[in-house]
């Protein structure tokens, strides 16, 4: 592996995350909080096609990352899709509580906090038991170094991505 490609395709993944569209918390945080919020519909959309367009990069980034044979390319990027399919639903949860809480956090009461935080947790936990579910399913197809690669690599780009939303997610008043 070329560690040089790795460093180049991170901070290229970690520059499309910032110049994308905006936080979700910033964003609906300056919109009204009731009633139909003009241009919904097309930041929605927008937001699907950021996703499906980071998802495209992450792919691009572990391809040229996990010199794969024929063979194993082959065997690994169906499982690949059957992974990242899984995680998408995991990560609509989080994008779910996300606006969910970027709506209410200006007046955002003691229980809805109290969910908040245990919807993240939950979300976290499902990533978990994602990537745990799927290790001994890539495991037969890759070797053990290639396998903790491919895992290195989903994790650090997860990390990437929650740091951006981290920092441009407004923290609670007290």
């Not at 024929?70 to 989080?94: G, H, M, N, S």
Request: glycine share 6%.
């Amino acid at each position: 592996m070329n560690k040089n490609s790795l460093i180049v395709a991170t901070v290229l993944f970690g520059v499309s995350l910032m110049s994308g569209p905006r936080a979700l918390a910033q964003d609906a945080a300056s919109q009204p909080l009731t009633g139909e919020v003009s241009g919904q519909a097309s930041s929605d959309e927008d937001i699907k096609l950021f996703r499906k367009d980071l998802r495209s990069l992450k792919k691009q980034i572990i391809a040229a990352n996990m010199d794969l044979t024929d063979t194993e390319a082959e065997q690994f990027w169906p499982i690949y899709d059957r992974y990242t399919a899984e995680l998408v639903k995991i990560y609509d949860t989080k994008y779910a509580l996300l606006n969910e809480y970027a709506q209410n956090y200006t007046g955002i009461t003691g229980e809805q906090a109290e969910s908040y935080i245990k919807g993240r947790a939950a979300v976290e936990k499902s990533t978990l038991q994602l990537r745990r579910k799927y290790l001994p399913i890539f495991r037969k197809v890759l070797s053990g170094r290639l396998t903790a690669l491919f895992f290195q690599l989903d994790w650090r780009l997860g990390l990437i991505m929650d740091l951006q939303l981290a920092s441009q997610t407004p923290l609670i008043e007290p």
